[in-house]
């Protein structure tokens, strides 16, 4: 039917009834899509928490099963190893010279655990049948250790400090080891005395068995207080009977300052 040749008011009624006037809008279009949405929603969050809920589910089981492992009898669980410390050999090291005796030679040369000591200087060194032995001062200021660089330890690679304690009179801090040398066909009575004395001191005299020994006070770098001394005397630990330092006069040397 051709709406062109109708009056127009005909025209208009019958276009209701025709494709040329258009639908009106669906009212429930948006709330479809409204819906649409929110069913879009929930299905994407009930996933997230399924998700969740598993990686949960994982941690916990791989928890409780650590703790079983760690309290089974028998086991042990690794711990991680710590990171090597670094040695440090005291390169920034600085001192001022004491008047001789001086011995600024370095201890420990060959010795495995050179480091622990380190800064470490030779005070005396000698020799008893089947070894030889030496001592040092290290880096706690007033601290001697016996090296033990020879074939037996007849010293028993003893270490000692005598800074702490010192009384207003007294001149000299010391410490005797009996040797201890097996193997011989007859017993000795070798015993080290060795110990620290003011920085006035210059030799120690050491009275033991009737016998006058004298050695020298060295002074290191370790120190600016103290002075050392070590002797290995032919006598037996029980025989001493006065250790004595000395000034470059003979005068006592006074208490360390």
Not at 58 to 63: C, D, G, L, P, T
Request: proline share 11%; aromatic share 8%.
């Amino acid at each position: 039917m051709n709406l062109n040749r109708l009056p127009d008011d005909l025209g208009a009624k019958l276009a209701v009834l025709t494709d040329e006037r258009p639908e009106p809008a669906d009212p429930a279009a948006p709330i479809r899509l409204r819906i649409k949405r929110r069913q879009v929603r929930r299905r994407t969050t009930a996933a997230a928490v399924c998700a969740a809920a598993a990686t949960a589910a994982v941690i916990v089981a791989s928890s409780v099963l650590g703790s079983i492992r760690s309290a089974e009898p028998g086991i042990a669980t690794p711990s991680p190893s710590p990171a090597p410390k670094m040695q440090t050999q005291h390169l920034d090291f600085k001192y001022t010279p004491l008047p001789e005796p001086w011995s600024d030679k370095p201890a420990f040369t060959t010795q495995p655990d050179s480091l622990k000591y380190a800064p470490a200087f030779y005070v005396a060194r000698g020799s008893i049948p089947n070894e030889s032995w030496a001592v040092a001062s290290y880096y706690s200021s007033g601290c001697l250790v016996v090296t033990d660089e020879g074939p037996a330890k007849a010293f028993g690679g003893t270490k000692d400090c005598f800074y702490e304690n010192w009384q207003p009179d007294q001149r000299a801090k010391y410490r005797t080891i009996p040797a201890v040398v097996p193997n011989l066909s007859s017993p000795i009575h070798f015993t080290m005395v060795m110990g620290a004395v003011s920085a006035e001191a210059r030799t120690v005299q050491i009275t033991a068995g009737g016998k006058t020994y004298t050695t020298d006070a060295i002074g290191t770098p370790n120190s600016s207080r103290f002075r050392f001394f070590a002797l290995v005397i032919d006598a037996a630990e029980s025989d001493l009977t006065a250790v004595t330092p000395l000034t470059a006069t003979g005068q006592p040397a006074p208490s360390p300052s």
